[in-house]
């Protein structure tokens, strides 16, 4: 009940600041710089993915290879189709390139959609790349930009 409450609260959210009068949001660009800091630290250290970039302890992440989005630490039930079983552990590596990040007024929310691009070999020795859409909300916390909420959806060639 609490992960669809906190589901229904960050889409309500999510949804109002897409609506809102943003006559003060947009590019500030100290923030912005910090949260691409972020995300280009998280991208070079290599053989990790969604999970070691900064998150709040409620973060809602929702990629697909899941059967519902996750809140938090919990660990999802995959669909039968999730390549995560297979792969090599440590040769996974995710480069992220952001088309736009956009700060609230307040400095303390951002919003991010741009593309994601993760790598990896399976057991079977079989390499796989894997093009995605993203967006991220980011929540500043004790100075420093964490996830709030992460969603992908995987491009499918058309």
Do not use: C
Request: a neutral charge; hydrophobic letters at 40%.
């Amino acid at each position: 009940m609490h992960r669809q409450i906190a589901t229904i609260t960050l889409t309500a959210g999510l949804i109002a600041l897409a609506f809102a009068g943003v006559r003060g949001a947009g590019t500030n660009a100290d923030e912005e710089a910090a949260i691409r800091k972020v995300i280009a630290a998280h991208d070079q250290k290599g053989g990790g993915g969604l999970e070691g970039v900064p998150q709040l302890a409620d973060r809602v992440i929702w990629t697909g290879a899941e059967k519902r989005p996750m809140v938090g630490d919990e660990r999802g039930e995959l669909l039968s189709t999730s390549s995560a079983p297979n792969r090599v552990p440590g040769h996974t590596t995710i480069r992220t390139e952001p088309i736009r990040i956009v700060i609230a007024e307040s400095r303390d929310l951002a919003y991010e959609y741009g593309k994601v691009t993760t790598e990896f070999d399976l057991k079977s020795g079989e390499h796989v790349k894997l093009e995605a859409g993203l967006l991220r909300v980011w929540q500043k916390q004790d100075g420093d930009w964490k996830e709030a909420a992460v969603f992908t959806r995987p491009y499918d060639g058309r």
